[in-house]
Structures are given as structure tokens and as C-alpha cells.
């Protein structure tokens, strides 16, 4: 069975550092095809891809945040990680990891099939 | 910012078929990327509904089924229920941004 599940503060003050975990389990990092992604979700709106981490180590970030956005993995842990630099209320939402098994071209075809139960953080002083 | 359009609600009596479609551009629908379909129930997270336009992942019963045409996608849910009501998002790929895009959501109500 797949699952995701994510943690990290659920408060944090302007302008600081969030770090974000996605531990995951029922499927390998290492595999060729799977990747993960984050994805965000402020509170009563839409959603917001974020980044993405892939098997081979490939990454890409949402145009209009890529400058605040780190995503890293531990294959070992099983856990791929979020930074988020510099942070503001607008940035108060669910943060949900999600998995992407790639058969696509550059997964561009590709679905989220399996999500994490996602977490809430709330930016305020 | 959503960069794909959906209607804010859609309301349909049990055992009724409702629609919800899904607007994108030439960028992103139109440029032959697939459109995915998520199920969010109040208080829960995205669920997978509809994947590659018009496949449904196991479990999902065929009372939901998706469609593409140009730069639209479409939703439709057969034989409404209680069970289905719900915020439903569309999903494909925008090559101008390079990135995973969403609906605006469409919040489904079960008169």
C-alpha cells in the first residue's frame, strides 16, 4: 500500500524558513518513473503545484516561486524534503506531497495518483 | 492564480447527471496535454477521480467519466449522490509556465 505523509511546523513567523517532510512509503525513489511533488492549498482556495523531485534526482519548481524553493530527497529515508524561504501570510495553506509515477515524456502527461493526508502551517507573528 | 477555468458550483437532485467543465488554453488543454480530474470531500485531501482525459483509476465508480475537446475538458457524474458532493479540480500541464496547473474548483452540491 501507498502512502505519503507530511510534516513540518504549524506555525512559523514572517520573513523565517520552512521546512517541510514528505515520508513516504509502498514505493521506492530509486525506481525509474517516480517522482514526487509538492502541492499547496490556501485556505477556502484552489490549488497550487509547487515542485517536483524526481527518481534521477531531476528537479523543478513553480515559475513564480522557484527563487524561495528548495526540494531535496533522502532515498534512505524514504523522504523528500521542502524548503520554503522567506515566508509570508499568503503562504498560510495545506501543504500536500503527492506522487507521480512518470510514463510520459518528462511526466508532463502524468496524474498526482496517490496524496498525503497534508499539513497544515499558518505564517502570522 | 489558476490558470484553468471551472464553474464555482454545480447543483444536481440524486440520480441526476451534472457536468462541470474545465477551460484552459493553447498553452496547456490545447497543447494536447492530458487532463486529470481530483475529488477533494469536505475536510480531506485531493483524491485521484479521472486520469489521461477519460480513465478512471480502480475503485472510482463508472458513474464519473471525463472527456477532452480543443482547449475544454469535461466532467460528468451520472446517477448524482449524497456521497458525491464534494470540491472537484482539473489538472494538465502548461508549457508557458512549465509547470502542473489546476482548476479553479467546482464546489458539487446534492439538492
Known amino acids: 500500500q501507498v502512502t505519503l505523509r507530511e510534516s513540518g511546523p504549524a506555525l512559523v513567523k514572517p520573513t523565517q524558513t520552512l521546512t517541510l517532510t514528505c515520508s513516504f512509503s509502498?514505493?521506492?525513489?530509486?525506481?525509474?518513473?517516480?517522482?514526487v511533488s509538492w502541492i499547496r492549498q490556501p485556505p477556502g482556495k484552489a490549488l497550487e503545484w509547487l515542485a517536483r523531485?524526481?527518481?534521477?534526482?531531476?528537479?523543478y519548481y513553480s515559475t513564480s516561486l522557484k527563487t524561495r524553493l528548495t526540494i531535496s530527497k533522502d532515498t534512505s529515508k524514504h523522504q523528500v524534503l521542502l524548503t520554503m524561504t522567506n515566508l509570508d501570510p499568503v503562504d498560510t495553506a495545506t501543504y500536500y506531497c503527492a506522487r507521480i509515477f512518470c510514463s510520459s515524456t518528462n511526466c508532463y502527461h502524468d496524474a498526482f495518483d496517490i496524496w498525503g493526508q497534508g499539513t497544515m502551517v499558518t505564517v502570522s507573528s | 492564480q489558476s490558470v484553468l477555468t471551472q464553474p464555482p458550483s454545480v447543483s444536481g437532485a440524486p440520480g441526476q447527471r451534472v457536468t462541470i467543465s474545465c477551460t484552459g488554453t493553447?498553452?496547456?488543454?490545447?497543447?494536447?496535454?492530458?487532463v486529470h480530474w481530483y475529488q477533494q470531500l469536505p475536510g480531506t485531501a485531493p483524491k485521484l477521480l479521472i486520469y489521461g482525459n477519460n480513465n478512471r483509476p480502480s475503485g472510482v465508480p463508472d458513474r464519473f467519466s471525463g472527456s477532452k475537446s480543443g482547449t475544454s475538458a469535461s466532467l460528468a457524474i451520472s446517477g448524482l449522490q449524497a456521497e458525491d458532493e464534494a470540491d472537484y479540480y482539473c489538472q494538465s500541464y502548461d508549457s508557458s509556465l512549465s509547470g502542473y496547473v489546476f482548476g479553479t474548483g467546482t464546489k458539487v452540491t446534492v439538492l
Open positions: 493553447s498553452s496547456n488543454i490545447g497543447a494536447d496535454y492530458d
Open positions: 509502498g514505493f521506492s525513489i530509486r525506481t525509474s518513473g517516480m517522482c
Open positions: 523531485i524526481d527518481w534521477d534526482d531531476d528537479k
